[in-house]
């Protein structure tokens, strides 16, 4: 029997798009944006965003804006204040897969994964969740500090 890997990243998983990459630079460096969700489009081969959330956006706004039924990566802009009454910022990349989500897409997001974040360079802390509780604000908080 013989396997034949079809396309250029089918090992190694999903490029990511520029677009995609470009939006990460503007969380990142700019402040523009307080979270970015990021979704595989199997058409073209390619991580692109789906969703940005504004710097006034809470964490609350970031957790509804995750679909419950369907994998997803995610970055995600911590701003808190350290014992020492410093404020700081940290950014998360939450891999989203939850339990009840098409075992394809766990297993495209999952091979994809490493791909996704080299390329989102300055990325501080990573959590995997398959439920909300794995990923809630003081998992974030605890993980931050």
């Known amino acids: 029997m013989s396997f034949r890997i079809r396309g250029p990243n089918a090992s190694s998983g999903m490029g990511m798009a520029d677009h995609s990459k470009n939006t990460f630079m503007e969380l990142k460096k700019k402040k523009a944006h307080r979270y970015v969700i990021f979704k595989i489009d199997e058409k073209k081969n390619e991580v692109v965003v789906e969703k940005t959330g504004g710097s006034a956006e809470n964490y609350d706004d970031f957790a509804e804006s995750l679909p419950e039924d369907d994998c997803r990566y995610a970055v995600y802009d911590f701003d ?48 995997q969740a398959t439920d909300p509780t794995e990923m809630d604000l003081e998992v974030i908080r605890d993980r931050a500090h």
């Not at 940290?90 to 897969?97: L, P």
């Not at 394809?104 to 959590?127: C, F, N, P, Q, W």
């Open 80 to 127: 808190f204040v350290t014992s020492e009454n410093c404020q700081k910022s940290k950014i998360f990349f939450i891999a989203w897969s939850p339990a009840i989500s098409r075992i394809r897409a766990k297993m495209l997001y999952a091979t994809s994964k490493d791909s996704v974040k080299r390329a989102l360079d300055g990325v501080h802390y990573e959590i």
